[in-house]
Nanobody
């Protein structure tokens, strides 16, 4: 089991940037894949970005070219750099650790104003 704590959310104007952080309570090297998801009001949770142990990343089409996921295995941290933010990016963002099942953080709110 692992506890995940997200931080870095907030209110930003369209076109701005935010960097989300996810702190894990144990080695993230134990987890083949770390990911970021988001859930907007009234919508299903959707995947945003994934990164495996060796740093290979995959992104949802909606964020490709704007968001960058990274991980620091030594510090047990995962990051999501979000640039050129749009109002459509407004959501609660969740960090997730994948190993068999999925372990979730509590989420951090990102609000992008137009």
């Amino acid at each position: 089991q692992v506890q995940l704590v997200e931080s870095g959310g907030g209110l930003v104007q369209a076109g701005g940037s935010l960097r989300l952080s996810c702190a894990a309570s144990k080695s993230i090297f134990d987890f083949p894949t770390m990911g970021w998801y988001r859930q907007a009001p009234g919508k299903q949770r959707e995947s945003v970005a994934f990164i495996n142990k060796i740093g290979t990343a995959n992104y949802a089409d909606s964020v490709k070219g704007r968001f960058t996921v990274s991980r620091d295995n030594a510090e047990n941290m995962v990051y999501l750099q979000m640039n050129s933010l749009k109002p459509a990016d407004t959501a609660v963002y969740y960090c997730a650790a994948h190993r068999g099942g999925i372990y979730w953080g509590q989420g951090t709110q990102v609000t992008v104003s137009s």
